[in-house]
């Protein structure tokens, strides 16, 4: 016996030990009474040290698992084991409709596997060898010198208060009027999404948006029950003209859309635009829920004012966005932006869901950006992010015969195929030769887009932007023609 003890490194020894006893006592491996092996005996056995040995017991004693008697050791305690019969249920039967649809549309589940070594253009994350970690470890140090024992505790359901006050200038500078309007912070954009969709009045059960859409919206549409109307996109944005009539000849209880590096798309919708998008909604007084997505990844071109600042001093543009495409997607820190009325609501919504985002997350990403990192940082991503965005645009020109390909900056490009070749056949050809890509169909609202692909490059090295795209065009052509 005890022969089994294997030690793991990075882990202090007595804990292992410890744990190891405490499964062998609750497992009834151990029995009430039983003897154990003097902490010298122990010592010897394992080869560890004595006073480790003596530590875990000690430990097992003040937890009552184990009890000393003076001069002859320690002995098993008496811990209550009970065995019940065992029984076997069928969770698929108990498992409600809203769960299948959410595995139906889980595409980590049902798309082709990732195999170390391929060409993945499937990811539109940040590069991680980008990112900025010695001044992350500064921000974590710096905060919770200051107020450690403060964000280690429960926080406000609203959110960490320097953060909401640094994102309300952030939004000031993008040119947002802010007057009586307030953030909450949420677990990323999809907990943000989630809140309102819980929380807005489905009166019609209907909404609008872009065709093709960012898929993880599509999935919580649906699961939260609504009929999902896509309009066209044009090279400069949504098709106005079809947005209208679609707007006349239904009611809806919100919009949905992503005016900056569409996704998938990656079309930015033009200024001119936008401020029809915002005549048109104030004109048939519906709210806009604005996805702020990769807003900062522009690399040529002036700056294009969100929805929200075209709204002035108007409160129908909910703004929802996040650091997750640019900075750390591991802190899972979003906001939305919206009318101090709703958020009021929606603060409630948060507390009784999740309680509240890490305080903890949020202190450190206040002092990363409070200290000007974020602004250094974002000059060297771009800086990366423009060579590789430039490189595969060039290569997917020349070597991807293609309808159409969209993408005016940020993380990735949106290709339509020549006649109407099946991109899902393409991707079964390519697959073998280690290259991987994201179908187009699963972002559109009309089960359309079947020839469609989006090519996200951000975690590639150069070569393997040009190899994959490579690749792919060349079985394009030798498999499909081009």
């Known amino acids: 016996m005890f022969n089994d003890f294997k030690l793991t490194e990075g882990r202090p020894i007595y804990i292992q030990l410890k744990d190891y006893l405490k499964r062998m006592i609750t497992n009834g491996h151990l029995l009430e009474h039983q003897k154990l092996p003097s902490t010298r005996e122990f010592s010897l056995l394992s080869s560890i040290s004595r006073n480790t040995v003596l530590t875990a017991y000690t430990d097992l004693e003040q937890e009552g698992l184990i009890y000393a008697v003076k001069g002859k050791g320690h002995f098993v305690s008496h811990v209550e084991i009970f065995n019940s019969q065992s029984i076997q249920l069928n969770w698929t039967e108990k498992i409600n409709e809203q769960t299948f649809l959410a595995e139906k549309m889980d595409l980590m589940k049902h798309g082709l596997v990732w195999k170390k070594g391929m060409i993945s253009f499937t990811s539109i994350a940040p590069d991680e060898k980008l990112f900025d970690v010695e001044n992350f ?18 926080g406000y359901a609203k959110g960490y208060k320097p953060l909401i006050e640094y994102l309300l200038h952030y939004m000031e500078i993008k040119g947002v009027d802010t007057r009586n309007k307030d953030i909450l912070i949420t677990n990323g954009f999809t907990e943000g999404l989630d809140l309102l969709l819980s929380s807005l009045n489905k009166k019609n059960g209907r909404l609008i948006c872009e065709n093709p859409t960012h898929h993880s919206a599509l999935k919580l549409f649906q699961l939260h029950g609504f009929e999902i109307d896509g309009i066209e996109m044009e090279n400069d944005g949504v098709n106005v003209k079809k947005l209208e009539k679609s707007l006349s000849e239904k009611e809806y209880d919100f919009a ?18 936008r401020k029809k998008i915002m005549d048109l909604f104030s004109t048939y007084q519906l709210p806009i829920i604005e996805d702020g997505f990769n807003e900062e990844l522009r690399y040529s071109g002036s700056h294009l004012a969100p929805l929200a600042a075209f709204g002035g001093l108007g409160n129908n543009v909910i703004y929802i966005s996040s ?19 709703l958020i009021y609501y929606l603060e409630s919504m948060k507390r009784a869901r999740t309680i509240h985002t890490s305080t903890l997350d949020q202190a450190v990403l206040y002092q990363y950006l409070n200290d000007g990192y974020f602004e250094k940082y974002i000059k060297k991503a771009k800086a990366v992010y423009k060579k590789k965005y430039e490189l595969a645009v060039h290569y997917c020109k020349q070597y991807i015969p293609c309808k159409r390909i969209t993408g005016d900056g940020g993380l990735h490009l949106f290709i339509e195929l020549n006649n109407n070749i099946d991109a899902q056949k393409l991707l079964e050809a390519c697959y073998p ?37 490579k690749i792919i065009g060349n079985t394009l052509k030798t498999n499909f023609g081009g």
């Open 323 to 341: 650091f997750s495409k640019i900075l750390f997607p591991g802190l899972r820190v979003g906001w939305i932006l919206a009318d101090k009325e």
């Open 137 to 154: 470890k500064r921000a974590f140090l710096n905060r919770m010198s200051l107020e450690g024992d403060i964000v280690l505790n429960y």
């Open 256 to 273: 949905y859309l992503i005016p900056s590096y569409h996704n998938p798309t990656g079309i930015v919708t033009s200024s001119e635009k």
């Open 433 to 469: 030769k280690s290259v991987v890509f994201s179908l187009g169909h699963v972002f559109y609202t009309d089960n359309n887009g079947k020839h469609t692909l989006r090519l996200g490059f951000s975690r590639l090295h150069e070569n393997e932007i040009v190899e994959g795209i």
